[in-house]
């Protein structure tokens, strides 16, 4: 089983571009509130969550939420975290 971190999610919410995102812990953890999710068992959840998606995306309050949320993610810590359990993985 491959979980996907949610990179996609981090460069949307950093150019600004509203975002839709599968309502499962993953997606939450990364976009948090700068996102809008949808249950991806539905249909028209998902068709919900992108009309929603947007007007909340036109809203500068809810484009703030995402840059904020995305500021919390940081390429340097990213690689010293993988670094330090590749190292820890071989000893």
Request: aromatic share 8%.
């Amino acid at each position: 089983m491959y979980v996907g971190f949610g990179i996609p999610l981090l460069e949307a919410m950093v150019c600004g571009c509203p975002v839709v995102a599968s309502d499962i812990p993953s997606s939450r953890e990364v976009a948090a509130n700068g996102a809008t999710y949808f249950d991806p068992t539905s249909l028209e959840s998902l068709h919900t969550a992108l009309d929603q998606a947007t007007q909340e995306g036109k809203q500068a309050r809810k484009i703030q939420q995402a840059f904020e949320q995305a500021k919390r993610f940081d390429w340097q810590k990213t690689a010293q975290a993988v670094l330090d359990i590749s190292v820890k993985g071989y000893n």
